[in-house]
């Protein structure tokens, strides 16, 4: 299994980094995580600061599951290709990011998902090896969303879906 794990280019997210790296372990996926200016040393994930544009469309286009920070351009991305994906959000309190806002931003998706949606959320560090072999098991055309979701039309999902789809 193929594995891309992202926390963008402002801040390093070395908790999020620091658990993959111990779920990888044992469970020994090929895992790549773009980990921006981070100094930490990471044994069983390929480490690297940033990808080029380029770059992070191949990746994307390689992996399985997307692991990342609660980033909407991450999010935006793997709901136009359905690709799985896990957030995490970062913390104001482990000096993650400046505020909570994604926290809000998690706030708004986690009552569209469900543990047959592509889409899954992950407030609970201890929780990402059991989300994470959850979404793997999902077929890839499975929903982004849940099904009960997306029959709300005036959902986040569908907003954002015909979003994508006008391509706006």
Known sequence: MNILVTVGAQLPFS??????????????????????ED???????????????????????????????????TIIQCLELNKKLIVVPRLASYS?????????????????TSNSS???????????????VEVLSLQNDADFFSNKAQSDEESLGGYIRSLVENEI
């Not at 080029?52 to 692991?67: G, M, N, P, Q, R």
Request: hydrophobic share 40%; charged share 25%; aromatic share 8%.
């Open 15 to 36: 908790r999020l980094i620091k658990v993959v790296d111990a779920i990888n372990e044992s469970k020994r996926f090929n895992v790549l995580a773009q980990i921006g």
């Open 39 to 73: 100094n930490g040393h990471y044994e069983y994930v390929n480490a690297t600061p940033f990808l080029t544009s380029s770059e992070y469309k191949e990746k994307l286009a390689w992996c399985d599951v997307v692991i990342a920070h609660a980033g909407m351009g």
């Open 96 to 112: 993650e990011h400046r505020n909570d806002h994604q926290l809000d931003t998690i706030a708004r998706f986690e009552p569209m």
């Open 118 to 132: 592509l889409f899954r959320v992950c407030t609970d560090m201890n929780e990402l090896e059991k989300i994470l």
